[in-house]
């Protein structure tokens, strides 16, 4: 059984529908894409998924339990945790200070200090800067902080918003990277990205939405040749050669 299931799952803002009837599973180790244009209603799915926002019909469930209603803090000490977009560090916290507040739930210091150490050796680029203001980091740097603020939380899921937005090329290559390497110790990704053929080099599988509907889902190499959808979500480079 998957970690987390969504199934039919809607959102509405008043009297617009934002996600229409959604269905989607995430399991460890796994990494999960959802494209889309903007105003698609992908952001909207994570933020119902996380308890951010009342889904107005369906169910999300997370191992055996239906956290449909759940409050979001609930929903993150279980192990779902989102690393927004934006990032949004606390900028003027040192990285480690930022760092130690993703695992503020976290009583155990023995603990908290073994979740540092396999930060660091995963961005040694943190470890080199933790006395550091988090604000002084480069886009990509701070990135990277997002991500260990929300392992520091131990997540069996991580929900990511558009990780790569306003990042240069090369950056963004490092950060699917390493979103490939946070997928290898067993946490499964539900990321939403604008950026598909960087998304799609890293995922397994993927939907696409359209006006809050999934208008293709499958493995990552049958959404990235689908003819239908190629040129309008990946661009004339996905098609060249």
Known sequence: MPLLEVHDLHVRYGG??????????????????????NGAGKTSTLRAICGQLRQSQGHVRWADSDISTWPSFKVARAGLVLVPEGRRVFAPLSVYENL??????NKSKARRAELLESVFTMFPILGERRKQPAGLLSGGEQQMLAFGRAMMAEPKVMLMDEPSMGLSPAM???????????????????????????????????IVLE????????????????????KAFLGDKATAG
């Open 16 to 37: 617009v529908i934002a996600v229409r009837g959604i269905d989607l599973s995430v399991d460890e180790g796994r990494v999960e894409v959802v494209l889309g244009a």
């Open 172 to 206: 963004v290559e490092r950060i699917m990277d390493a979103i490939g390497d946070i997928a290898k110790t067993g946490i499964g990704i539900l990321m939403v990205e604008q950026n598909a053929m960087a998304a799609l080099e890293v995922a397994e599988s993927a």
């Open 100 to 105: 130690l507040l993703g695992g503020y739930t």
């Open 211 to 230: 006006r809050g509907h999934i208008v293709l889902s499958g493995t990552a190499d049958e959404i990235r040749t689908h003819p239908d959808v190629v």
